[in-house]
């Protein structure tokens, strides 16, 4: 019989872990650094640190981790190599005397000021001849739809 209780005893010691693993997902290790997600394939693994998720699974060998492709860390290189981009062709700009789009630290050269130049008398005297031919030519056709509408 004392045989027997400690069988059964071991067999509860091996037992409860197991079965709140199954239960609750993975425990936590390392003071709660990572939670763990029960999945189809085995359990996800999310690092509370760095955010990098993997997926945990059973294999031949034993338990194992695999890192799952994260878009976010694509972004965020990404993100990084275009403001690299950015910052030399600011600095381009700067060395050409071009105020960059949204500011810069250098000051551009001031362009000319434009001048306003008025007409001539002439000028006008053209634009208004252009202005009363366009008008009685406007005028004529009116007159013409006119006479062909109106029956006889």
């Keep these: 019989m004392p ?3 400690v069988v059964a005893l071991t067999g509860l010691t091996i037992a409860i872990p197991v079965a709140a693993f199954g239960q609750a997902g993975a ?16 359990y996800l693994r999310l690092d509370q640190r760095t955010g990098q998720v993997s997926l945990c699974a059973k294999r031949p060998m034993g338990w194992s981790c695999h890192p799952v492709p994260d ?3 694509a972004l965020e290189e990404e993100i ?3 403001q690299k981009d950015n910052a030399a062709l600011k600095k381009e700009l700067l060395a050409r005397g071009i105020t960059p789009p949204g500011g810069g630290t250098a000051k551009a050269p001031e362009p000319d ?9 002439a000028e006008l005297d053209r634009a208004v001849a252009v202005m009363e031919r366009l008008w009685k030519r406007l005028v004529e056709m009116v007159q013409r739809w006119q006479r062909e509408m109106t029956p006889i």
Excluded: C, M, Q
């Design 80 to 82: 990084a190599r275009l």
């Design 27 to 42: 425990p936590d290790s390392e003071n709660g650094r990572y939670a763990f997600n029960r999945v189809e394939d085995g």
């Design 113 to 121: 000021k434009p001048t306003l130049k008025l007409p001539s008398d």
């Design 71 to 73: 878009e976010r860390s």
């Design 3 to 5: 045989r027997l209780l």
